[in-house]
């Protein structure tokens, strides 16, 4: 099942694998950019392409507006998944900045990210087109050197960037069209997620939560880059909510929105998740701390909150909820809800009924051991607290989930063929914390607290792989891994799961009927981006990139480099056959 010479491809450099390990063999030279430009056009990303993508494009974050992560592409399927191989590889050539953005596909070309790199590659034979690198500021500190990818919109690509601005990006050669600052990166403001981008808007929130930042939502004019909106998630004195927070507390009180919002053009309303309040601790703010570790609905046009529900109050343990809900639209009885779905970091999974002007609780259940929450008032869904397990200044208090939750970003998926929610989640870990006393410097660290994660004495596993059926609300099935899930989620029309780092350095697939393994690749790395699919002159590729900063922190020695490569790489998969 592994490659041959004639249709394994490498963009700078070949590979050789051996018993499940990488060899690295040089090659002299660079593939031409230029050369690689010339004579390719660009298909514009329309409005109604984004509403309806046709089945070979992957042409934003979760590819629909939705927030599925679901291809109806079926050339790869449960059946004839072991006969997937590598087709090509391409090495970013970065070293200290993860990667994690999906790789996004318009018509043959491929868009991916790093912190400060934007490439785009021919998404059927990995050659290079171009290369954007943003030159970022010598004073940026920042917490997470990373980027969640582009989004498309005419001939533009879109990107955040670590100092905190929106770049346009010319589809076709990478020439910067226009850039817009959204916020001051020295006051603790960068932009790690892919933005939104929706009826001619670039929407998006900033990373910083932990640095004392007061979060929103702003969308700017595709075309120009001019501000549209804003809406902040934590309110000033006289906004709605502003009475749950504490005199100035409202200033530095976080609530970052630091992933992808989805969309549903019929209501015209975006649906976004916000982090937690900061500092952490909660006797620092008393009150619910409104709009954090919340869904916030949002007017497309206008930015007007149109309702919201928040998954856990005054929340003191880092579980920021900051996944957007999936739209599905599921059955209950007789009827049909439509709904929003979303697997918590605080290890719930919540159901929740959407509408124009509003958002209500339907029901929500826990998907891994949570000793916080004692019980869920049934009208409304805020939970009722165990204090023994809710974080204190100068008192150290165990609890589980861990800080980083049943879920951290890694995105669910839904395949409307099983009728199946897939969860990448993580039992069996807890956390101890201690608050401090933090005061607050613009752009240092405010979260104020010491933590350790740790694994519950009676666990066997931590990472799983759960389904859920949406309309029963019942788990269907779990398959466990020993060691942490790190991974995303693809689902396709084939009935396969794809899933890189679930407990080890592995890409793999699953059936996703049953989730029984189905193949596996050992790859150099368990950090994982999110993969997707997409198709080109009829050929169905699989494509997902590898690779962290923390992998490379001590593996700068030539014989260490020669081992395997530390840097990033985007793996690209097809099934056995001349592609």
């Known amino acids: 099942m592994w490659m041959t010479p004639d249709r394994f491809r490498w963009s700078s450099f ?17 593939l031409p950019e230029l050369d690689a430009r010339q004579g390719r056009s660009y298909l514009t990303v329309s409005d109604e392409r984004l509403r309806d993508p046709e089945p070979e494009n992957w042409l934003m974050y979760r590819r629909t507006y939705n927030g599925w992560g679901f291809s109806p592409l079926d050339q790869i399927t449960s059946r004839n998944v072991t006969d997937l191989s590598p087709v090509w590889v391409f090495q970013t050539g970065v070293f200290n900045e993860h990667h994690q953005s999906p790789p996004i596909v318009n ?36 917490r997470h050197p990373t980027n969640r990818g582009v989004a498309l919109y005419e001939d533009k690509v879109f990107v955040g960037t670590l100092d905190a601005h929106v770049v346009a990006l010319d589809g076709t050669t990478g020439a910067v069209i226009w850039e817009q600052s959204v916020e001051d990166y020295r006051r603790g403001y960068y932009v790690t997620m892919a933005p939104l981008v929706a009826e001619g808007k670039v929407i998006l929130g900033t990373s910083g939560g932990e640095q004392g930042i007061r979060g929103f939502v702003t969308a700017l004019d595709a075309g120009t880059g001019e501000e549209l909106w804003r809406t902040y998630t934590v309110p000033s004195p006289g906004e709605i909510g502003s009475e749950t927070w504490p005199d100035e507390t409202w200033r530095t009180g976080a609530g970052p929105v630091w992933l992808t919002g989805h969309y549903d053009p019929m209501l015209r309303v975006s649906y976004w998740g916000t982090g937690n309040p900061g500092p952490w601790m909660g006797d620092r703010r008393s009150g619910d701390n409104l709009f954090t570790n919340s869904t916030v609905a949002l007017d497309i046009d206008t930015g007007v909150l149109r309702g919201y529900h928040q998954y856990h109050w005054n929340g003191s343990w880092d579980w920021d909820e900051a996944n957007a809900p999936l739209l599905i639209d599921i059955d209950r009885g007789e009827s049909t809800i439509p709904a929003l779905i979303h697997a918590g970091r605080n290890g719930y999974l919540w159901f929740l009924r959407r509408s124009e002007d509003e958002l209500s609780f339907i029901e929500a259940k826990p998907f891994v051991h949570n000793n916080v929450f004692e019980g869920l008032d049934q009208q409304t869904g805020r939970p009722e607290y165990n204090a023994q397990h809710v974080p204190q200044t100068g008192r150290q208090v165990e609890f589980c989930p861990s800080v980083g939750g049943g879920k951290n970003w890694q995105p669910e998926a839904f395949s409307p063929v099983t009728r199946l929610l897939y969860i990448p989640a993580n039992n069996n870990l807890c956390s101890s914390m201690e608050g401090r006393n933090v005061v607050y410097e613009p752009g240092r660290g405010y979260a104020g607290a010491d933590f350790i994660t740790y694994t519950r004495d009676e666990a066997d596993h931590v990472g799983e792989l759960q389904a859920w059926d949406v309309d029963s609300g019942k788990r269907v099935w779990t398959r466990n891994f020993l060691s942490g899930n790190g991974g995303s989620i693809l689902a396709t029309g084939g009935n396969v799961l794809f899933l890189g780092g679930a407990g080890k350095a592995a890409f793999e697939a699953f059936d996703a009927e049953t989730g029984q393994p189905l193949w596996r690749l050992p790859t150099n790395t368990d950090r994982f981006g999110v993969p997707t699919t997409y198709s080109v002159d009829g050929v169905q590729y699989v494509a997902v990139q590898m690779g962290a900063q923390s992998l490379v922190t001590d593996a700068r020695s030539v014989v260490s480099r020669l081992s395997g490569p530390q840097d990033g790489l985007v793996w690209v998969f097809a099934l056995d056959c001349q592609c």
């Open 14 to 30: 070949a590979l050789v694998l051996m018993a499940g390990s990488i060899a690295l063999l040089f090659r002299l030279g660079v």
């Open 107 to 142: 018509d043959g070309t491929m868009f991916i990210t790093t912190g400060s790199n934007v490439i785009a590659l021919d998404a059927a034979t990995g050659q290079l087109l171009w290369r954007y690198v943003r030159q970022l500021p010598e004073d940026l500190v920042t």
